[in-house]
Structure formats: C-alpha cells, structure tokens
C-alpha cells in the first residue's frame, strides 16, 4: 500500500536554530498537507501545497511540494520553545482521503 | 473558525463494553472522518463518511463500526472494546476551502 516516509523521526534543536524535516513516497500526490499536533491536542494544519513546484510560506515556515511529486519539505526558521509538537505531513490519495505520515517530533531546547 | 469537538478527552472503559465516540463540527462539513493515532504508526483511517448516513471503511475498519445521522455529528462505536483498541482517536471533517482536514482535540481511551 501506499506509505509516506518522514524524516528525522524526531530532533532536538537550539533555540534559534533553523529546522527541516521531509516526506517522501514511491507514490505521486495532488495535494500535500503539513499539521502541527500540539501535546495532548489534534493536529493543525500548518501549510497546504496544490502544484509541484509551489513554495509556500506561513510566518516562520516554508515548505515545498516536489517536483517529482513523490515528496514534501517543511523548513521552520529561527525555532523557538513554541515550536516544540509532532509534524505531520499528509498527501491527498482519493478525493477526500489523505495517508499520514509518522511525524517528526521536534524539542526545542531554551 | 471551524470547530470540530469531540465530547470527551479521556475515557476508561472494560473489556466487552461497547464505546461511543462523539464528534460534532459546525461548518457544514461534508465529508468527516475517524482517525486513530498510535506511536510510531502516525494516523490511521478507520472509517469515513462523505455525507450523511453515507460511510466508507478505511485502513483499519475491524472491531467498529459509525453512524452519521445528522451532518453535523460523526459517531464512533466500539461493538466490543478490547485491550488493542487503547489509542488516541482523532475525528476530523475537511474543509472544502483548503482540502485540508481541521481535527477534534482527540479523545484517549484506555481499555483495561
């Protein structure tokens, strides 16, 4: 079945220091999702990316949709405490489905 | 803001006990969705419904079953909760819009 490979599966970082994480898969994707999953909280959707190619930015965060359309990068500048959570990616498999990733947990160190 | 809310965040339940999940989201949502998270599996689907009273199994269906009565509301049932089925479940509805899902906060059910 399909699968989506997240790396690193988890990091721990400087305050300040820049973060990249990504996903990638034997499958072609439409749509490319990134959340954030806070401790004991659903995740939230950070970034949505629709075209191979597309550079999209949300404060601190940029990510990327390939152009192979097989993988996804999420980049976090200038982390900070509040950064700390899961990251999920998530690619679009069926008009409404999307398979997951298994998260990169980042810690931030102060 | 949409707002997807599941009725409780943590629930202790027996063995055999049968289990409702509730899930409510108040923005006309179609399609809504019944996720289970467990480490270093990430989410997994477990059923899905694109409209009212429609439903679709996704990749783990065993052991439970839905009901969609009303748009607004998404119910998970645990026919018969057993000791594997302790998880965090996570119900999500998607968003038109962005085609993104926006997610409950999650419901942790431990079955002992």
């Known amino acids: 079945g399909q699968q989506l490979n997240q790396s690193p599966q988890s990091m721990f970082i400087q305050e300040g220091e820049d973060v990249s994480m990504n996903c990638t898969s034997s499958s072609i994707f439409n749509t490319w999702l990134w959340y954030k999953q806070d401790p004991g909280e659903g995740p939230v959707l950070l970034i949505a990316?629709?075209?191979?190619?597309e550079l999209t930015s949300n404060g601190r965060l940029t990510a990327q949709f390939g152009i192979t359309r097989k993988d996804s990068f999420l980049n976090i500048s200038a982390s900070i405490p509040s950064d700390v959570g899961i990251y999920f990616c998530a690619g679009q498999t069926g008009t409404y489905k999307y398979i997951f990733g298994t998260g990169t947990r980042l810690k931030v160190l102060a | 803001d949409v707002k997807v809310t599941q009725s409780s965040r943590y629930l202790v339940k027996r063995t055999g006990e049968k289990v409702f999940l509730e899930c409510v989201q108040d923005m006309d949502h179609e399609n809504m969705f019944w996720y289970r998270q467990d480490p270093g599996l990430g989410l997994r689907l477990i059923y899905f419904s694109y409209d009212v009273k429609m439903k679709e199994k996704g990749d783990i269906p065993e052991g439970y079953s839905v009901s969609r009565e009303k748009k607004e509301r998404f119910s998970l049932i645990l026919e018969s909760a057993s000791t594997n089925q302790t998880s965090m479940y996570l119900c999500?509805?998607?968003?038109?819009?962005?085609?993104?899902?926006?997610f409950g906060s999650g419901t942790r059910l431990t079955v002992v």
């Open positions: 999500a509805s998607r968003d038109r819009g962005t085609g993104g899902y926006t």
């Open positions: 990316l629709y075209k191979a190619g």
